[in-house]
């Protein structure tokens, strides 16, 4: 009796919260000799209030489930929060399969979409290219992107993929039974590049809008996939290999006076990485990004991100912050990704700043022996230029050391030792 009245009250609960979308994508881990394959699926799930949720099976053997869940970012007003499940999954095989998230209801919204529904289809089959599991594409996104009516502004999702492949955004349809109400909004457009493209619009067309697209991964020439039991598919440059769920709320905004950055919409400032921008850290070692904005009309009053749930914000200043994120060693070979948006804010009102994400790749530890103790570590990004073709030998045995007499030279203290994270070297006619 008293167990039926707790459950009627959890699901009374659970459904007074509102949606702001979900995205999910995974990374295939160790298979077992068995024939077993582990993978970790990494999702984020938004609400009004800090609610947890898991992803159901919805087709072929989706095998058996260890969850960890940890609040990513919340919106200081209370506007949303976000949520990071980590799950991985131990599956007996690597044939497909597919999970789906569903409930009710979404924010309330222009296009009167309520029931919200999220599918992603987990393909782990050996690709004949890579000789591996197939990665899903690597992307995330803030609960809720907001911009002035009158405004024009360019979103450029993040759209990273692993394996190389090509990838392409669409708008869920019904027809794969990908949203429960699968209405987009008629004047945002999408490019299949992932891109975005708002342009200013009537009053009458401000409010909220549920955003459901669909990220997919094409290889770029035709691959076969095994499978455990030796059955092979193909695959060309016109198929599919994963399928991940990519759902936000797009907020029209009344109009702003001007739509200039820097003044009512925070305007963002070196040296903040520009948008797609692809960063790489080693394990254990943390990855610092620095964000800086400006607004001179409004106040800047925070920064937003969604990325690992255990990614730190940092506030200098307002409009100065830093995000600090250290993989683990786990997180070797992976990809993740981190977006940001700096809001402003004027009486009422709120603006938000042009939409920038990055992927950070996790690299091996490659010191032999333990770092010493550090007081700060600072990540340089250089390009030289060289007439003689630069070996990564040449590079940490002679070029370090004459970056670092050149820093001594211009008012550096020398008590630093500067260390060769990664180095891509370009062909030099
Ligand atoms: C396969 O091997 C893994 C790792 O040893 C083990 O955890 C799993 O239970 C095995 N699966 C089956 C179906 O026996
Ligand atoms: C998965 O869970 C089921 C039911 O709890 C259990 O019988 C089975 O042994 C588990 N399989 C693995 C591989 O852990
Ligand atoms: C949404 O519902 C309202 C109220 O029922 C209605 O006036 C409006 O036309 C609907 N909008 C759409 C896009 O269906
Ligand atoms: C898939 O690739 C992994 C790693 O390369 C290997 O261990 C596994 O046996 C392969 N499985 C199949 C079915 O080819
Ligand atoms: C935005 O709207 C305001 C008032 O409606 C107008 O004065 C301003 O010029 C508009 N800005 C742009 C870029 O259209
Ligand atoms: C604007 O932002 C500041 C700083 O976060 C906050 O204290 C203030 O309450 C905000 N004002 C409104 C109207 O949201």
């Known amino acids: 009796m008293s167990l039926s009245l707790l459950l009627l009250l959890m699901v009374g609960s659970s ?70 499940g980590k799950s991985t999954r131990l599956v007996p095989t690597n044939a497909p399969f597919q999970l789906h ?110 955003v459901q697209l669909m990220m997919e991964d094409f290889p770029r020439q035709t691959i076969s996939l095994t499978q455990t039991d030796s059955s092979q598919v193909q695959r060309s440059d016109h198929d599919s290999i994963s399928k991940i769920p990519i759902q936000f709320v797009f907020r029209v905004d009344s109009a702003v006076p001007s739509c200039t950055e820097g003044l009512y919409l925070p305007r963002v400032l070196p040296p903040t990485p520009a948008n797609r921008e692809q960063l790489s850290t080693q394990v254990n070692q943390p990855l610092e990004i620095s964000i800086k904005a400006e607004a001179s009309v409004s106040s800047i009053s925070e920064l937003l991100f ?41 009486s009422s009102m709120k603006y938000q700043s042009e939409l920038r994400c990055v992927i950070v790749t996790v690299t091996p530890d490659t010191t032999a022996s333990p770092s010493p103790v550090t007081n700060s570590q600072i990540f340089l990004k250089m390009r030289i230029k060289s007439a003689v073709v630069l070996s990564e030998e040449v590079m940490r045995n002679t070029v370090l050391q004459q970056i670092t007499d050149e820093l001594v030279k211009r008012g550096l203290p020398g008590n630093f030792t500067l260390r060769l994270i990664n180095f891509n070297p370009t062909t030099t006619e």
């Open 15 to 84: 459904q007074a919260e509102h949606f702001l979308g979900t995205v999910i994508t995974y990374y295939p881990k160790d298979t077992f000799t068995n024939g077993s394959v582990q993978v970790v699926l990494r999702y984020k799930t938004n609400f009004n209030s800090c609610g947890t949720l898991s992803w159901a099976c919805l087709s072929g053997v989706c095998g058996n489930e260890s969850l960890v869940q940890n609040t990513v970012d919340t919106e200081s007003s209370g506007e949303w929060c976000q949520q990071e």
């Open 101 to 210: 998230l569903d409930g009710g209801n979404w924010i309330g919204n222009i296009q009167n979409v309520t029931g919200w529904k999220a599918v992603i289809l987990v393909e782990l089959r050996n690709r004949s290219d890579t000789g591996k599991a197939n990665t899903s594409p690597q992307t995330t996104i803030l609960p809720l992107l907001r911009v002035p009516s009158n405004c024009s502004r360019d979103f450029n999702l993040l759209a990273f993929d692993p394996d190389g492949d090509e990838v392409v955004c669409r708008h869920a349809n019904a027809v794969n039974n990908e949203c429960e109400v699968c209405t987009a909004p008629s004047f945002l457009s999408l490019s299949s590049s992932c891109s975005l493209s708002f342009r200013p619009t009537s009053s009458s067309n401000e409010g909220s809008y549920a």
């Open 306 to 346: 969604s990325g690992p749930y255990n990614t730190d914000q940092e506030t200098l200043a307002a409009g100065d912050y830093v995000l600090r994120w250290t993989p683990s060693e786990d997180e070797v070979g992976e990809s993740h990704p981190i977006c940001f948006v700096v809001q402003a804010n004027l």
